[in-house]
């Protein structure tokens, strides 16, 4: 079956701090989305890459994937993003042609996720699993709290889950085409990754090993980090 990949990159990434919008930022001077898009066209199993663009910035993104080299196997669309994460799947999701049976969602600010994790994320699909997330073991010990009523107010701590049972979870994500566009369709309350919403439909949704580049930049020490690993690769 053909692999696309949607890659939300509309955010603005307000924890990075100002600048422009966080896919867009450069990394040892090449943007982040370039990265990312160039970590799943790695994959010999990906035809098509859409990129979903800031809501204003489509015709920018397009011009920049067009100054970059990318893999000639591959097809690239760019589309318009939405407000909310969410929403700016499902418009990828949209402008994936029929023929495409297995989907990767793979979020821009995760651009130095190595080709092996995102092979077997798809051979995870391959086999039968609906849903298909890379995740990793917790560093730290995880509290559940009574969110402070005004910054800055101790949190009461209201339970410690087992750390052995708990994974923090990367993308790519893999799914029969099917079930997450029904996902979309379905399920209407906030998520903050798109497994979630499979799991909503009752289907089963199972954990591949992530990878520890798979981080996602989300505040300024993890630029730091990002280019520390593009150096040691030499790019
Ligand atoms: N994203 C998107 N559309 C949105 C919001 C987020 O496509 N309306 C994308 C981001 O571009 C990013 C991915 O979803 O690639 C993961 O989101 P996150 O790391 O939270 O990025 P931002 O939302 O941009 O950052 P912040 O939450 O700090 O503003
Ligand atoms: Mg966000």
């Given amino acids: 079956a053909s692999v696309a990949a949607v890659i939300p990159a509309a955010g603005r990434g307000v924890r990075l701090g100002p600048g422009a919008p966080k896919a867009l930022r450069a990394l040892n001077g090449t943007p982040m989305l370039v990265h990312a898009v160039r970590a799943m066209a790695a994959s010999r199993a990906v035809s098509l890459v859409v990129v979903v663009a800031p809501p204003d910035g489509a015709a920018e993104v397009r011009s920049l994937l067009d100054a970059h080299v990318l893999p000639e196997r591959t097809d690239f669309v760019v589309v318009p993003g939405g407000a909310t994460r969410q929403e700016s799947v499902r418009l990828g999701l949209e402008a994936v042609p029929a023929g495409h049976d297995i989907v990767l969602v793979h979020d821009a600010a995760r651009p130095l996720v190595p080709v092996d994790t995102v092979d077997a994320v798809i051979d995870a699909v391959r086999a039968g699993a609906a849903a298909v997330v890379p995740a990793l073991p917790l560093a730290d010990t995880v509290k559940e709290v009574e969110p402070a009523a005004a910054p800055g107010e101790p949190e009461p701590v209201l339970a410690t889950p087992s750390r052995a ?17 029904r996902a979309h369709e379905t399920v209407t309350e906030d998520v903050t990754d798109d497994a979630s919403m499979v799991e909503r ?32 690769r030499r790019l």
């Avoid at 580049?213 to 980090?225: G, H, I, S």
């Fill in 165 to 181: 049972r708990l994974r923090a979870v990367q993308t790519p994500q893999g799914f029969a085409r099917a079930v997450l566009a």
């Fill in 201 to 232: 439909l009752g289907e089963t949704v199972v954990v591949v090993p992530g990878h520890e580049e798979a981080f996602k930049v989300t505040r300024p020490l993890d630029l730091v980090l990002a280019e520390a690993v593009l150096a040691r």
